[in-house]
């Protein structure tokens, strides 16, 4: 595995880069050689983040933790990441994305149990009256909820409005 291994706020020292190296590369076994993994160490203040990027055939793997110690984030990231991988291994090879894919053979063939099976315990329908995405995030705050889903008075598309951190909005809109 290649990694690509940038800083902000924060100097990349050689311990740091090799705790990276040690830690995520504990993932080799998952991958083939030529996979990069993109990690971002990022402090701000008290809080010692960690992004790890993977792109793989047609997905993004990806996971990012935060704690006071950025040694302690590392360690958490891995884990989650493997966690990851074995949850969705079979899905990943039952729609076919395991050929030619970044995933080492070894660990396709091998089977994982699915503890956290995805089930979709409730649908909801209801009518989508066109709103302007400002009207969409009243709305949302409204009901408590993280995102809206609504139709745009501006262009007539689906979008969905949703909360950032920082108490800023963010808007998915679909590409044209």
Known sequence: ???VIVGKNIEVTPGLDQAVRDKIGKLDKYFSEDTTANVTLNVDKDRHKIEVTIPVKGNIIRCEQVSSDMYVSI???EEVIERQLKKYKNKLKARDQAEGSSFKREFLENS???DDEIR???KKQFDMKPMYPEDACVQMELLGHNFYVFRNAEDEQICVVYKRKGGTYGMIEPEE
């Open 1 to 3: 595995m290649k990694f």
């Open 75 to 77: 360690d958490l990231v």
């Open 112 to 114: 994982y149990p699915e």
């Open 120 to 122: 979709i315990v409730r």
